[in-house]
């Protein structure tokens, strides 16, 4: 069984890459993809880019080169202080659901709705597997919107006041794989928490002072599936 792995950015790309075991590449689509091991499976490792539209493409074509039997999305996050305790900075955050906080289609759709599907799209894992990995679970809100804004955290709060976190991919990722009926797993870490004065300062610190083990847990994640 072929785990897919998807980043947005090369810092969480260098983060991931030592933990693949006999890696090899492969081009498609314009997109290098990593191929090994990790955590006892078959895996492959890609960068999408930023926002939603390179995550499209990127999802899309990791799925129809690969044909993996689950996507991982795995990165950065920013937390949005909901949750009792809220996500602080270098906590894992597992989606329960994922929505998009900035889409529209008009009548017959909620708010953050993509026309035709549901207005948010679970990602089940087995409970077992869930409290093994130790993370805060609960809604990612996703869209095209770097989030430093203390507005735009009050903006998309009031859409959702259960999102434990947002980014800037996971939506448009499980909404391609929901397209291609591939399940679809989001592993995020806290980056940084937007309601909070100096989020931007702490979003920059956060690459020098990150340490590998978060991103080992996809690794634990891989040998628990």
């Avoid at 590449?25 to 499976?41: I, K, P, Q, S």
């Avoid at 391609?176 to 928490?193: E, Q, Y």
């Avoid at 300062?201 to 083990?213: G, I, K, L, N």
Wanted: glycine content about 10%; some cysteine.
């Amino acid at each position: 069984m072929k785990i897919a792995i998807i980043v947005a950015m090369d810092k969480e790309l260098a983060l991931l890459r030592p933990h693949i075991e006999n890696e090899s590449t492969v081009e498609a689509n314009g997109f290098t993809y990593y191929c090994g091991r990790m955590g006892g499976r078959d895996v492959v490792v890609g960068k999408c880019g930023i926002g939603k539209v390179n995550a499209a493409v990127g999802a899309l074509t990791l799925i129809d080169t690969f044909h993996p039997a689950m996507v991982v999305n795995t990165g950065v996050a920013g937390g949005t202080g909901a949750g009792n305790p809220p996500a602080q900075v270098l906590d894992l955050v597992l989606a329960s659901e994922i929505a998009y906080h900035d889409v529209w289609c008009g009548p017959g759709t909620e708010r953050g709705q993509a026309a035709g599907f549901p207005a948010r799209f679970e990602c089940p894992l087995p409970l077992e597997i869930r409290r093994s990995l130790g993370a805060r679970e609960g809604l990612l809100a996703s869209g095209d919107i770097f989030v430093d804004d203390p507005a735009d955290l009050k903006r998309i709060l009031a859409l959702y006041p259960d999102a434990i976190a947002v980014d800037m991919e996971s939506a448009a990722i499980a909404q391609v794989c929901a397209l291609k009926d591939v399940p679809f797993v989001c592993l995020r870490v806290v980056s940084d928490t937007p309601g909070e004065g100096g989020n931007m300062a702490a979003y920059t610190d956060f690459w020098s002072a990150a340490p590998e083990r978060t991103f080992e847990s996809v690794g634990r994640l891989l040998q628990l599936l």
